[in-house]
């Protein structure tokens, strides 16, 4: 197996399996680690994956995407203090946007049942989570769905979204850096994000802390967009400094 095959095989198994360690591929592999470090090293130059202590995890690209069933499985811990981080946030807010992705539906899982509330969402995992509280209404724009993610997009979604006067979205991104934004890997993902940040009054992002300095192929918001980011405490302190000085308080949970 040559190098180049060699790297193809540990892309497709981090993409299958959501993360790989060194030691493992080694063995798998029939080489030292040391080679397959260098083989993440050159794959982390190229923007495919994230070296973590002892192994890595696919980035996603225009061509790649983890589905909504992966997401549910990793860092959940941290999903879950965030999402209650970001449900502090509420304030006085009526009417919400809630984004596709797991963190985000855990964020509708945790609205206050004390209160109406109307949640407008194009997923269709978040629909159902809040759908059976009596005190939210809930508006599920239209649209194709995909199935990676189980959310409508098109111009069907973003017409509905048009228009309304929103108090408050939480959006979430495949990558956010303070060189280009907030990004998202597909164009009609980045549309429905987009004209969700352009009717809301009050813009959350929520996302772990493995999305920070990556960048997507589709731009959808900048940082100074945000009122708040809302994140996980492994991001660095001083990380966290760079993107406030954009505009938005970080919230470390």
Known sequence: MSAEERQHRILA????????EVLKLAAELGVSPETIRRDLRLLEQHGLVRRTHGGAYPVETARFETTLATRTTRQVPEKRRIAAA????????ETIYIDEGYTPQLIAEALPTDRPLTVVTASLGTAAAVARLPSVTVLLLGGRVRGRTLATVDHWATRMLADFVLDLAFVGANGISREHGLTTPDPAVADVKAQAVRVARRRIFVGVHTKFGI????????????ETIVTDSALPASEAHRYSLLGPAVIRA
């Open 13 to 20: 198994l981090a993409r299958s399996a959501g993360d790989v």
């Open 86 to 93: 970001s449900v502090a946030l509420l304030g006085d807010a």
């Open 215 to 226: 960048s997507n192929f589709c731009r959808f918001a900048e940082v100074g967009d945000l």
